[in-house]
């Protein structure tokens, strides 16, 4: 469970993040709520993090009924089919949730709280009269209580990624370039020639622009494509490099807050947004197999109409040239609209929109 505190010594706002463990699930409502107490200005704002694990998820649709029924021995009996985190004991004064493991939780916490609730992402069998705030990537305009995002939210923290990539920033004398790879999913298909493809284009852009590499690959990238771009890489083209194995996986930030410029495969919204938050060029690439689904493309196409975001597939790689435009409108403009629209749905009707808090910082405290 994570705790962070925005301290402004006024009146306390608490925000309940509830996540399954995904981590692109938890990235995605913690970026929520880490968004709107960034923009509080007449409170003190806590955000507690706790993970919630369906016991049984075929039960998941059920749970929904019962977390709407106006029993409330009902809703309570929604806690009792997830494995879950020590919940706050003080009260909590929003809820936000992404993902179907833990709809039902935030639902049923809401109701027999009586508070707000924020919800990401599909809304499964809930009515809309359960849910205060329904955010998604389009909105659904037939819902009074729609908030179109456009963008896909995350946790980056700007100057905590800064802070984070200073250390790799000494004593190098070359501009650092980062590169975060994904693999196979959401529509995309990658083979050995296509990780061939850009392990050769990332060689020759570094001999091109007399640039060092950051390179991150992750869990969908496989040992085969960990493997094959590792052979383009020595210590003269690649600064520093995450090859994930097994579960072991490292913190972006110092890549993010370290790179002039940053790459990412665009398999990943989330990957794409945390690259997009920094307010640097950012340049997403697609292998030869692209069939990402509607939405997926809607948000890559959108980003792109706004310059947030500038798509390449591997082949054109090798012939990029940096040429950033500042966008038509800023990542943290996106946000600021999104929180417009929160507060006038009520869900934080005691927070009014101002000039970004000042971050405190986060502790971790062990699940019971």
């Not at 493809?197 to 640039?211: P, T």
């Not at 950051?214 to 890489?233: D, F, K, P, Q, W």
């Amino acid at each position: 469970m994570y705790t962070v505190i925005w301290r402004l010594g006024m009146k306390q706002f608490r925000i309940l993040v509830l996540h399954d463990g995904k981590p692109g699930h938890l990235s995605q409502s913690y970026g929520l709520a880490r968004m709107i107490a960034s923009r509080c200005t007449r409170c003190d704002c806590e955000i507690v993090s706790v993970r919630a694990v369906p016991r049984l998820k075929l039960l998941n649709r059920l749970l929904r009924r019962m977390a709407v029924n106006v029993n409330p021995l009902l809703r309570r009996m929604v806690f009792v089919f997830y494995r879950l985190e020590k919940m706050p004991i003080v009260p909590v004064d929003l809820v936000v949730s992404f993902g179907g493991n833990v709809v039902a939780l935030n639902v049923a916490y809401s109701q027999l709280h009586g508070i707000p609730n924020a919800l990401i992402g599909s809304a499964y069998t809930i009515p809309s009269r359960a849910i205060r705030a329904h955010l998604s990537l389009s909105g659904d305009l037939g819902d009074k209580n729609a908030v179109a995002t456009t963008v896909v939210l995350c946790r980056v923290d700007q100057e905590r990624c800064r802070q984070a990539g200073l250390a790799l920033l000494q004593n190098s004398d070359r501009p650092l370039w980062t590169l975060l790879v994904g693999g196979n999913g959401s529509g995309y298909g990658y083979h050995d020639s296509d990780w061939h493809r850009l392990g050769a284009a990332v060689r020759a852009l570094s001999e091109q622009y007399d640039i060092q590499w950051l390179i991150s690959t992750s869990r969908r990238t496989g040992a085969a494509g960990v493997n094959i771009l590792r052979r383009y890489m020595d210590d003269d083209i690649c600064r520093a490099a995450i090859w994930y194995e097994g579960d072991v996986s490292e913190p972006l930030d110092a890549y993010l807050g370290a790179a002039s410029q940053i790459f990412c495969t665009e398999d990943s919204l989330s990957m794409v947004s945390e690259a997009v938050a920094m307010d640097k060029p950012v340049i997403t690439l697609r292998p030869t197999e692209s069939l990402p689904t509607r939405a997926h493309s809607k948000a890559l196409n959108y980003m792109a109409e706004v310059r947030l975001i500038e798509r390449l597939d591997f082949s054109a790689l090798p012939y990029y040239r940096p040429n950033y435009c500042l966008p038509e409108k800023s990542y943290s403009a996106h946000l600021d609209e999104i929180f417009t629209r929160i507060i006038a749905l009520g869900a934080v009707n005691e927070l009014v929109r101002s000039p970004a808090a000042k971050y405190v910082g986060s502790h971790s405290v062990q699940p019971v």
